[in-house]
């Protein structure tokens, strides 16, 4: 379904931007598997690709960096000519009470999750928009959408990824580039590994299908958006949570 597609996935050294980028290559696209501090974990990604028959390269680069950001995707464009999907993955959190909330991880997760997927954004899509085509995927949340105690920074974060998504889709529609969010429930990954067993038992309380879902789900609603299937789809927040937040 992507056969010849450059796609950048950021955040692609594990957990679902590993899923992403292992399942785009498997449908054809040249993968950058974009990581900030997992070398040897990305260097495993693209090993696991190129093992398959596929093609993949890992680019270190920090998305909260606007001009790391800026050198990094010229880089790409320097050497591929070309961008054609944008997943803007790369996200973490820093989990605590608004009372107990520092001003550090507050700005942290916002200058990542955000403004990380803001710098990427930007700087693809001038590319582009010179193409007239393009495809960006945002990975939100459910708690942009819900709210989370003991998230108030992480969700303003995906609350702003789901605006920022809306604004861009209205800006580049009609240059023939599509930007939509997903928005994932809790995903077994290293991300919800770390949860208290009390915390992931209220959970899957809360979720209709009553279990967390699979890198694999949210990896398969990419290349959905990501393929011509999904060419009359823009603006618009793809749930992947069991029912969580209908
Ligand atoms: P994860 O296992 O913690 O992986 C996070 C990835 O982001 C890693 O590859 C990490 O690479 C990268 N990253 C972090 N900061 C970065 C930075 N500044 N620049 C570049 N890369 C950076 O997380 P995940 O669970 O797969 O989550 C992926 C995305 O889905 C996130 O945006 C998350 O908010 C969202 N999400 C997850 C869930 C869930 O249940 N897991 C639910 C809803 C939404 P390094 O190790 O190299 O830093």
Known sequence: MLEGKIAVVTGASRGIGKAIALAFAKEGATVIVNYNGSAAKAEAVVEEICQAGGQAEAVQCN?????????????IVKRYKRIDILVN?????????????????FDAVIQTNLKGAFNCTKFVSRQMLRQKAGRIINISSVSGIMGNAGQANYSASKAGVIGLTKAAAREIASRGITVNAIAPGFINTEMTEVLPDATKKAAIEQIPLRKFGDVEDVAQTAVFLASEKAKYITGQVICVDGGMAM
């Open 89 to 105: 993955n790369a996200g973490i959190t820093r989990d605590g009470l608004l009372m107990k909330m520092t001003e550090e991880d």
């Open 63 to 75: 998305v909260a960096d606007f001009s790391a950001c800026e050198t990094f995707l010229a880089d």
